[in-house]
């Protein structure tokens, strides 16, 4: 198994700790309110601070000239610099986002350098992403859950027909704009098809798929099998193979181990199925062709029956009929 960061260790306690004072350190060198393009003179007005990634702050920032909101992920150089395989990440993710134009992917507007900083200046997605959401849900009704989905299939169909590979998706991936659009982000760990090989790796995905984690080559077959992931965790609301440590989850994903609730309608549990198949040639594809096994075509995507059913499992008796007699 990969050797990663174990989440429980105090180390990375240690780490953590190493990695918010960083952040701390970068907002504080990040107190400038005006954003300036060297090359182009172009400026951004500086707004809230949005979040916190790996090595990057990301602000809300709006364009001097036309007021256009964007959200701007700033990159410390002097952090990138102190390895290079980060630097290498950062130009790869920049080569790679800026490639992509698509209804369900985070558009990419500019980047540019100034002394300190590398910023990546994207769509604003004002509901943050899916994970966000889930914070204030248990877990999403199939109904939800096929309206996210359905937007996630024909992004990733498109990240794919590009000849990338996204290889983290995952909730806090899936950014959302105002009006529930689905927009997928973060290309920190893409590449392209053909750069595959079994090693080529630099970072763990968070829905690692079995024959990632068992180093073998891989394809695009890994983001279907992270979509298996993402759906199960928005319908049960946890991840289908967590565990309280990396180990047993890794043992649990190279053996197939994962329950299905029997809440789950019969519909989204093939489809589940079919995405966590442990032989990547079996598992659903997304390939755009008319012969009936695309995803998309799955009946858990395109059928309306689970939301009446979700409907008639209510938790609770109703106080009004939906006949309005009390
Ligand atoms: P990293 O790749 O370093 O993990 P992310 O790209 O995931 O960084 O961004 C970190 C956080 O910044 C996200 O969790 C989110 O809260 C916020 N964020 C990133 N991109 C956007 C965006 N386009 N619109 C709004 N918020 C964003």
Known sequence: FPQTINPFSSSNKENKAK???EHEDHHQACQFSVIEDPLTGETYEKGRLLGKGGFALVYEVFSTGSKSQFADKVIKKSVI???KTTLEKVRRE???HQQMNHVNVVQFHKHFEDLHHIHIVMEYCAKKSLLHVMKYQKRFTEAATRGYLNQICLGVQYIHSVGILHRDLKLGNMFLTDDDIVKIGDFGLAT???????STLCG????IAPEVLLK???????DIWAMG????AMLVGKPPFETSSLDSTYNKIATNDFTLPEFMSDSARSFICQLLDPEPKRRGNLNPLPNGSNLLNHTFLTTDLSRKRDERRLPFK???QPNGRV
């Open 94 to 96: 920049i080569a790679i």
């Open 318 to 320: 109703p106080l009004v």
């Open 19 to 21: 990695v918010k004072a």
């Open 192 to 198: 392209h098809v053909d750069d595959v090989t079994s």
């Open 229 to 232: 992931c993402m759906t199960y």
């Open 81 to 83: 610099l102190k390895k």
């Open 216 to 222: 073998k080559d891989h394809g695009v077959e890994a």
């Open 204 to 207: 763990t995905p968070n829905y």
